[in-house]
């Protein structure tokens, strides 16, 4: 999505006059959530319902949200964002001027959330989306969005940090970035990690969402880069590790953030995802206690295997730990439904101040600087794919497996 877009947006948000939105007294939290369950990232929205939908089922099976002696259930009540800005911006206004929502947990996309960040400034609706990870929804500060994944620029520099310290050290790389929010700002945090780093950038191209990757990659099969990095979004990862198998080139290092860490993309690309590196701020492995909900993060993981069939990624585990964050606040302030604007405020200050430790790691949201509003409480991840399994690679304090290096040949698997 290109940024024009997201800035036209924000100012016919801007020159709206929001409609007073009225408590409704309930017995039980009423939640939006607005997310892409259909259109091109279909994928990654089932995979923040999933999230979402795993924390409502543990907190209704124990009984609700307790404030102040009484338990109340939560009610999730979904809108498709339709993998579109604007759809998602009118999801948002519907579900607040229709639906009376108490507070929304927000979209998978960067480019949705940047769409539906002025619409909950404007009814003063508290959002947490535990998936979009663009730089430009913190720098915009947004008073009442927050979210639990780091934004990109704080997590990206970790894996090519861990790339460098390889034996034999890779010398050279290529980036490529689809045109969307969040890929473009994946592919720039690469680029300014492998400057640091003094990687010899041989190509940095950012390309139309959804493009036929074959051709670019032909070109840059040319140059033999040590490692290729991309910035995408879930189905185009398996579109572009078919398109180097397609072209016959194995880079030594292949790192890819989004999506590698969950079931679909390993089912999609086989035995061609050994070696893969990618970057993440939680597994289900990671070293985690918590006396909310799941104690650890592999007891998360046991949970969605049950329900799901699938262990969950970083970013299913993200917009589970959003909705503990949301529950964390409403006891802190003792917010019951039903909400009023005065008592949303309260729910946003809280928000600010929680420090809490989950399955997923901290909880704790910056209120100021180039972060505000993300969570800044989590370490980055190195990780690779190793016989179909994620191990943490990276950095020395948390390896879990030696990396694998450099990647076998695809004719080789």
């Excluded at 704080?154 to 890929?183: M, Y």
């Excluded at 329900?307 to 993200?318: E, I, L, R, S, V």
Aim: net charge positive; aromatic share 10%.
């Amino acid at each position: 999505m290109k940024f024009g877009f997201v800035r036209v947006l924000l100012l016919i948000a801007a020159l709206f006059v929001a409609i007073p939105v009225h408590a409704e007294q309930r017995n039980f939290y009423k939640i939006g959530v607005i997310t892409e369950l259909s259109g091109d990232l279909v994928t990654g929205g089932n995979i923040t319902k999933r999230g979402y939908d795993l924390w409502a089922q543990e907190v209704n099976a124990k009984g609700g949200i307790e404030v102040q002696g009484k338990k109340y259930q939560v009610k999730l009540v979904y809108a498709d964002a339709q993998s579109n800005p604007a759809a998602g911006a009118a999801a948002a206004e519907r579900l607040i001027t229709q639906e009376k929502v108490d507070f929304i947990l927000g979209p998978y996309s960067s480019g949705v959330t940047l769409a539906v960040a002025p619409v909950v400034d404007k009814y003063k609706v508290p959002m947490i989306t535990g998936s979009a990870e663009s730089p430009l929804i913190w720098k915009n500060k947004f008073k009442y969005t927050f979210g639990t994944i780091p934004p990109i620029n704080f997590t990206g520099a970790t894996s090519i940090k861990t790339l460098t310290e390889l034996k034999p050290a890779p010398k050279t790389i290529a980036i490529i970035g689809s045109n969307d929010a969040f890929s473009k700002a994946t592919a720039e945090a690469y680029k300014t990690a492998a400057e640091k780093a003094k990687l010899k950038i041989v190509k940095f191209s950012i390309v139309p969402s959804g493009q036929d990757m074959t051709p670019l990659l032909s070109a840059v099969r040319s140059m033999k880069p040590d490692v290729i990095a991309f910035g995408g979004h879930d189905e185009e990862h398996v579109k572009f590790v078919k398109a180097l198998k397609q072209i016959g080139y194995t880079p030594k290092a292949l790192l890819m953030h989004c999506g590698i860490t969950d079931k679909a993309f390993t089912d999609a690309v086989g035995k061609d995802g050994e070696q893969i590196f990618g970057t993440t701020c939680w597994t289900g492995t990671a070293k985690t206690k918590s006396k909310v909900l799941w104690p650890t993060a592999s007891a998360y993981a046991a949970a969605s295997q049950k329900a799901f069939k699938n262990p969950g990624d970083y970013t299913q585990g993200g917009c589970s730990a959003a909705g503990i964050a949301f529950q964390t606040a409403l006891q802190k302030v003792g917010a019951k439904p039903g909400m009023d604007e005065a008592m949303r405020a309260k729910l946003v200050q809280a928000l600010e101040q929680i420090d809490v430790q989950t399955f997923y790691g901290r909880v704790k949201f910056a209120t100021s600087g180039e972060f505000y509003h993300a969570n800044v409480g989590l370490d980055p991840l190195t990780i690779q794919i190793q016989n179909g399994q994620i191990k943490t690679v990276g950095p020395k304090a948390s390896v879990e497996a030696a990396a694998q290096y450099p990647m076998k040949d695809w004719k080789s698997r």
